[in-house]
């Protein structure tokens, strides 16, 4: 059996240091500031993008990686290795053309690999964790069919709640009106989104208040996963301290046995905006 490799997107939001440690191949989406183009976690780093952000009148657009782009990946790991098992993982297809583009830029390949691309129906660390988890397993000498397998019962599995500390950037991105921004501000709403089973955004609540918000995403995990042991992952864009607040609150109510970090980059940043919260859960 040949050795696996782990690919993924840079939407995934897994530090640098754990990419490093395993391996892992990361294609980055780019992000367009008017007809400035970077290359999201490159060229331009997740407090470069909040900075611009915060100072921009308009929303930044982003795009994915060109099937070409996969294509040159996946060779330049078959000529380092040449018996590899690929698998890739990617951002909703519910959401972006980057699944699409790794699925089209796995064919192109002069000499076909065993390229397996997944739909992670799923975004930031939500798929972060999809790939660490298959990066671990592969590390550790599971087969193909074993990580498959696992990353497949994950995907059905974790939850993932946003917290947004303000409506303006939904608004800027035409997805609610100015006047609901403005009343919603006015009153201290606080949007909480979810990932639906098919990988869409989903409102789940509008809650009154950030400590009423933060208790109704426990109690919404609570719902979920009741007293069983669960993995957590925290992320914050750009301000962490209410990410940490919400985290400190999940560690006290619910059966965390494992906690990470990780920062939110621009792809859910540019609809998120700065200061918004999330938490990402699955089984232990």
């Not at 297809?93 to 002069?110: H, K």
């Not at 906690?259 to 998120?272: C, L, P």
Request: aromatic share 6%.
């Amino acid at each position: 059996m040949g050795v696996i490799k782990i690919v993924t997107d840079s939407t995934a939001d897994i530090p640098k240091r754990v990419r490093e440690q395993y391996g892992i191949e990361m294609v980055p989406l780019k992000c367009m500031f008017g007809a400035e183009s970077f290359l999201d976690g490159i060229t331009i780093s997740n407090d470069q993008f909040y900075e611009r952000l915060a100072s921009s009148a308009a929303l930044p657009t982003t795009s994915q990686p060109s099937p070409v782009e996969f294509t040159e990946t996946y060779e330049k790991l078959y000529k380092k290795f040449p018996d590899a098992q690929v698998i890739s993982i990617h951002l909703s297809s519910g959401l972006s053309g980057t699944y699409q583009s790794a699925l089209l830029g796995s064919s192109l390949m002069e000499e076909p690999g065993d390229v397996t691309v997944i739909d992670s129906r799923s975004v930031s660390y939500g798929l972060g964790m999809l790939v660490v988890k298959a990066a671990d397993m592969a590390a550790a000498g599971s087969s193909k069919e074993e990580i498959l397998a696992v990353v497949e019962a994950m995907m059905n599995d974790q939850k993932i709640y946003f917290l947004l500390d303000t409506l303006e950037y939904l608004q800027k991105g035409g997805r609610i009106g100015k006047a609901a921004a403005l009343f919603g501000s006015i009153l201290n709403i606080k949007p909480i989104l979810t990932i639906d089973k098919e990988g869409e955004v989903s409102a789940v609540d509008k809650v009154r208040g950030t400590k009423k918000a933060m208790q109704r995403i426990i109690d919404l995990l609570k719902a979920d996963f009741g007293s069983d042991p669960i993995e957590m992952t925290v992320g914050w864009t750009h301000k962490r301290e209410l990410a940490l607040e919400l985290a400190g609150l999940a560690q006290g109510q619910l059966n965390v046995r494992n906690i990470r970090q990780t920062d939110i980059g621009a792809v859910i940043g540019t609809h998120a905006g700065p200061g918004a919260a999330a938490l990402f859960i699955t089984r232990v």
